[in-house]
């Protein structure tokens, strides 16, 4: 079998190009959308995600702002950086990127982000409206794979889906938006885990196979089922002396093994990254437009 790449790269271009119309409206009303994202230490990997975010929106028009702080940054200061954001016309969505350092309490910042500003779609208002379907913030990585499914056609009505993960960004929501009754909804869902029993015998069900771990290549050939669509969520860096950077990006799945028995699957990088940064955009233009409401 031959098996497809389903490249994030293409869809995202398609989503930005659906975006440009909707900005270029709200810059006919004089409102540019605005994008904070506040980096608190000096983790390597956060910088490269927030430097992504950036040229994300750079390359839209939007206007972006970075808050960098050092990794002795309190949690009373978080907090008030926050706040002035929330009161900061300019600016309509607002992100904290994670990992903060361990001094701050990641829940209480989440839950000072005004719900009309939490483009990443992780406040509790906005949790509990994606729950119940009624979510137009949604949290970016479950939307982007959904939108990535669409796009290439993958309808998980009445699918097996098994998604490895249960992380409130991407394992829970995107098994509460499979669960829809609606467009790309009305999946049978799965939800595994690091305490789930007999794995593979679990992961050989699904007709789609979600791997958000966070550990290299974990999923192996023999774990997914002939013919499946996999869709990989993991980043992992792994050392490698033959590349200059002195390391490697990997998912969650060893794609290798798994080229001619899966039917589709997502490269890492470039399969489930630019949809999540894609999507962080369209939050933060549907941010603006309500703003202007
Ligand atoms: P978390 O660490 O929050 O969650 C990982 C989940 O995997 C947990 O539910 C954990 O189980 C489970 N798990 C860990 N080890 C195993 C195992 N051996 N077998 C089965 N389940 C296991 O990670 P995130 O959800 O935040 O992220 C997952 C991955 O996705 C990371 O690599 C992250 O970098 C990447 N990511 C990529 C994005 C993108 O845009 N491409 C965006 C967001 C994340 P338990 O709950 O029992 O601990």
Same mark, same amino acid.
């Given at each position: ?21 909707? #900005? ?88 000072? #982000? ?17 729950? #119940? ?79 958000? #771990? ?80």
């Amino acid at each position: 079998m031959d098996t497809q790449i389903l490249t994030g790269k293409e869809v995202a271009k398609s989503i930005r190009k659906e975006l440009k119309g909707r #900005i270029a409206t709200l810059k006919e009303r004089g409102v540019t959308p605005g994008l904070a994202a506040v980096l608190v230490g000096d983790d390597p990997a956060s910088a490269t995600y927030v430097r992504g975010k950036v040229a994300a929106c750079d390359k839209l028009g939007l206007y972006s702002r970075v808050i960098k702080k050092d990794v002795s940054l309190s949690q009373d200061e978080l907090v008030d950086i926050v706040r002035s954001l929330n009161e900061d016309p300019q600016i309509h969505g607002i992100l904290v990127q994670s990992p903060v350092p361990p001094q701050i309490d990641e829940h209480a910042v989440t839950v000072t #982000i005004l719900p009309e500003k939490d483009v990443d779609g992780f406040h509790p208002y906005n949790v509990g409206m994606m729950l #119940i379907g009624r979510g137009d913030l949604l949290p970016c990585t479950p939307h982007g794979i959904l939108r990535l499914m669409e796009f290439y056609e993958i309808d998980p009505a009445g699918q097996e889906v098994v998604i490895v993960g249960r992380s409130s960004i991407v394992g829970k929501p995107l098994a509460a938006m499979l669960l829809r009754k609606g467009p790309m909804g009305n999946a049978t869902v799965t939800v595994a885990h690091s305490r789930t029993a007999n794995l593979a015998e679990i992961t050989c069900r699904a007709d789609i196979l979600v791997a958000a #771990i966070g550990k290299p290549e974990v999923i192996k050939a023999d774990m997914v089922k002939e013919g499946a669509v996999v869709i990989d969520v993991g980043v992992n860096r792994v050392e490698d002396s033959s590349n200059e950077k002195g390391y490697r990006l990997v998912g969650d799945v060893e794609v290798a093994g798994c080229m001619g028995k899966a039917a589709k699957i997502t490269p890492v990088p470039g399969g489930v990254g630019p949809m999540t940064i894609a999507m962080l955009m369209a939050n933060t233009v549907t941010a603006a437009e309500r703003a202007i409401k």
